[in-house]
């Protein structure tokens, strides 16, 4: 059976020779780039590098499948966002967002002929041409939840979510139209499949109620106008969304390693294959072939036919740790019968949710503070509801009895420490933290005006967005929580180039430096910083979290801490304030 039957039949729960390995997201590293004297940027904008560097994936890496494009801001530059090129590390990235919600968005009538639609559509036709029948080729689209995400700026689209989602309306609805159109051109041009990657529809970020209502009809809408096998990829932890990812329609779903296994496999049962996942960072950039042989034959014992790396492969990635989950596929011998088993039924059919639902019938965490006090109750569960305007009058009617540092330490703080922690137990979500810490904000002024100077800082901390990710979500909800408690916050913004982190910390001399990065493809500017860091004679502990980053990533070099969820940073920064150094931190907060 050739790569491209194998991937297709089990992409459609057929029979199988053995469990196929593909990449469903960027497939390009640095290897690939210098053996075949292809690099980005060019091979974003020239439809013979692109295709080039693409069938790298095969050829090289020996996977099933190859696909274009390598970024996601192909339909955005079309809807008219600004496009920052990026370079041989980094992907291209919106630079602006040019819309405001509920603004009109104007899909160009020559739709196919603009921005970097030809160049991908070539592609794919140099591709189908050059591989024939031999390997699958997969055309990738984006989500209109992330595509709107790029219009309007990702912690807008969150925040507006939350408050008002039929301002998300013009830029999803634009946003679907186009990725249909692209998708079906991809398909005439040569595409097997399509994947739709809808990163910022993850419920890492936003409530499944909000997936539900905002974010469900579009991709369905988006699935059924598909004319190919379709391929739902959304990162993070969706064991809230897994029957709602069936429902789209699409026939595979990609999940990423934070997502259970068997709930996915459980939910997908004879609707769709389940694809994935390999860890991207502490799998195949961190660890070793036998690491990501090992977790590809887990996966395969676990009934998954198409196995995958869970997100995008990043740049850094050894060709020989790829080439490990393709041997070690490729040893497995097939069950009797030969059916694609992610297609199959684990066997435990519906009650297996059990184990996830027994979070929607317990008992509800309490959303209010608890405070005896009335003045300060009232001031605390304002902030734990968001309320900006009500906590700037509690607070003012809070200091006719209560100084201004109590308020601030038995009121706003134990608030946020609150919704910290109904974010841990997933009452909360990220659009209800940014409303809280920015109501508490409003809260420390109110005080800070009373006290007639500002509360004294604790120390620096100095913070960042990777170069080439403009995803300042997780960023912005760190610097509130630690504004919140009395950190000074160097804020050097997103897309920020290494040199330009290591001259604010030779600069400012912060006790702490954070980063943060959403996707594989940036988190790889971290290692960099640290080795100009001690170049530089400079040691700091530097904080690191984002979707893209994990604990094993943060220890493969020096003075990487893992942030993991935004509300460990004030916990992470009181420590490094004492003193502790960048190895005491990892002792005390590395699982």
Request: charged fraction near 20%.
């Amino acid at each position: 059976m050739n790569p491209r039957k194998r991937f297709l039949s089990a992409l459609l729960g057929g029979r199988v020779d053995r469990p196929s390995v593909v990449c469903v997201n960027q497939t390009a590293t640095h290897e690939q780039m210098q053996e075949l004297g292809v690099w980005w940027p060019d091979a974003h904008r020239d439809p013979i590098l692109m295709a080039k560097l693409a069938a790298g994936a095969y050829h090289l890496l020996g996977l099933d499948a190859v696909r274009v494009p390598f970024c996601q801001t192909v339909e955005a530059e079309v809807l008219g966002a600004p496009i920052r090129d990026g370079d041989r590390d980094t992907l291209p990235s919106s630079s602006e967002h040019p819309f405001a919600p509920g603004q009109a968005v104007a899909i160009p009538t020559d739709l196919l002929t603009r921005g970097r639609i030809p160049v991908v559509l070539e592609a794919l036709r140099i591709l189908r041409r050059q591989l024939g029948e031999v390997a699958a080729v997969i055309g990738g689209v984006v989500g209109p939840f992330s595509v709107a995400g790029h219009l309007l700026g990702t912690d807008r689209l969150l925040m507006q979510s939350f408050l008002e989602p039929e301002s998300l309306k013009p830029a999803m609805d634009a946003a679907v139209e186009v990725a249909a159109h692209l998708a079906n051109a991809m398909v005439a041009a040569g595409a097997d499949a399509i994947c739709i990657e809808d990163m910022a529809a993850s419920t890492d970020l936003i409530r499944p109620q909000t997936f539900d209502a905002v974010v469900l009809p579009r991709l369905k809408t988006l699935a059924s106008q598909i004319q190919a096998p379709v391929i739902l990829h959304i990162c993070g932890k969706v064991d809230a969304i897994l029957d709602s990812m069936v429902a789209t329609g699409a026939d595979a779903l990609s999940i990423d390693t934070k997502t259970d296994l068997t709930l996915a496999l459980d939910a997908a049962a004879g609707n769709a294959t389940v694809i994935g996942p390999v860890g991207t960072t502490d799998v195949l950039l961190a660890g070793g072939p036998n690491d990501a042989a090992a977790a590809c034959r887990s996966l395969i014992d676990a009934g998954v036919s198409i196995v995958a790396p869970s997100c995008a492969i990043p740049p850094g990635t050894p060709t020989a740790n790829v080439r490990a989950m393709v041997d070690a596929a490729s040893s497995h011998k097939p069950a009797r019968g030969g059916r694609a088993p992610g297609f199959a039924s684990t066997g435990k059919g519906r009650p297996v949710f059990v184990r996830y639902d027994v979070r929607l019938h317990r008992p509800q965490s309490r959303v209010s503070s608890g405070i005896a006090d009335p003045l300060l109750s009232a001031c605390a569960d304002a902030v734990i509801l968001g309320k900006r305007a009500e906590v700037a009058d509690a607070v003012r009617a809070a200091l006719t009895k209560h100084s201004p540092l109590d308020i601030i330490n038995k009121a706003l703080v134990p608030a946020i420490d609150k919704v910290g922690e109904l974010w841990d137990q997933e009452y909360f979500f990220l659009p209800q933290v940014i409303l809280a810490a920015d109501a508490m904000q409003a809260g420390m002024q109110v005080c800070e005006e009373a006290m007639g100077s500002a509360v004294e800082k604790r120390g620096k901390v100095v913070m960042h967005v990777a170069e080439g990710d403009v995803h300042s979500i997780g960023k912005n909800i760190v610097k509130s929580l630690l504004t919140a408690n009395g950190f000074e916050v160097i804020d050097l913004g997103v897309d920020v180039p290494v040199e330009r982190v290591v001259q604010a910390v030779k600069e400012h001399r912060p006790m702490l430096l954070t980063g943060s990065a959403l996707m594989t493809t940036t988190m790889t500017a971290f290692p960099r910083i640290a080795k100009r860091l001690q170049e530089e004679g400079l040691e700091v502990p530097f904080a690191c979290g984002g979707g893209a980053v994990s604990q094993a990533f943060c220890e493969s070099f020096p003075f990487g801490i893992y942030g993991g969820k935004g509300n460990r940073a004030p916990a992470i920064a009181k420590a490094a304030a004492e003193g502790k150094s960048w190895q005491e931190l990892r002792a005390a907060f590395h699982r």
